[in-house]
């Protein structure tokens, strides 16, 4: 990889399309314009020479330093000082992308297109930690994960104005139900992490069921009749139950048979099992509906 540090004009060099960072705060342009113009430029930028034909001016695409590149732009300066280097166009990406890393205002957004490129370059996750210095394999797939969202609500995402945790728990969902959750974290419905995760886990299982539900056929009229019988027990049951109390004393137990007792209690406990059962779905039910509904 050879590399040479020179003077090169402004118009002979171009972004790199590829480049990780998308947006750049023109207040911190000028003030950094300011400050090279004050005290020179510190450190050269970082260029790969482009392919071109004999007799054509030599063009350069930036790999590293466009915010210098462009804070030169600002000042009018007609020429800045560059490092030209050699390199394939996976090297370039991977330098850019370690440049980008190493910034302290690097977004969630810039983060999950810059791993995403190296992974349609045929880099895998084991690959791109290695190449990066990374320790956590989640960080690169929750990332990338970042860009299942919908473009709208990347745009949340990249102007600070959505948590990435909260974001990557919303990517998760199919682009639909992604509306519902940003609704409630809009409103303040969703105030937490742990609160948005809930309502992500809760519209996944609402989802899984409906799935389940769509894949059965019709209820029989047959089907119908056991449910409509199987409510009117239940009321019957409510009711009865209540007449065995007085005043919160369990009365009833003074006036079964005394030989019945174990074996109705016994009954009383079975009945409560798949009770309890048929409560905890019949709740989970109803909570999914509510956050579907929301």
Known sequence: MSQKVREIRLDQIEANPNQPRKLFDETKIADLAASIKANGLMQPITVRPLPRKVGEQGRYMIVAGERRFRAHKHMGAETIRCLAVEMTEDEMAVKAIIENL?????????????????LDRGYTVAALMKELGLKSRNRVLDRVNLLRLNPEFQ????????????????????????????????????????????????LREALAQDDIFAAMPAATEKEVAVVNRMEAKVEQIAALAALGFKDNECTIAKKVDPNKVKGMADKLALIRNHLLQMEHALRAAAAQGEILAA
């Open 102 to 118: 190493q910034r302290a205002d690097v977004t969630a957004m810039e983060e999950a297109r810059a791993f995403q490129s190296m």
């Open 155 to 202: 745009t949340l995402v990249e102007g600070g104005n959505l948590p990435p945790a909260y974001a990557c728990e919303i990517a998760t969902l199919p682009a639909a139900l992604q509306v519902k959750v940003i609704r409630q974290v809009s409103t303040g419905q969703l105030k937490t992490a742990e609160q948005v995760r809930h309502a992500v886990i809760a």
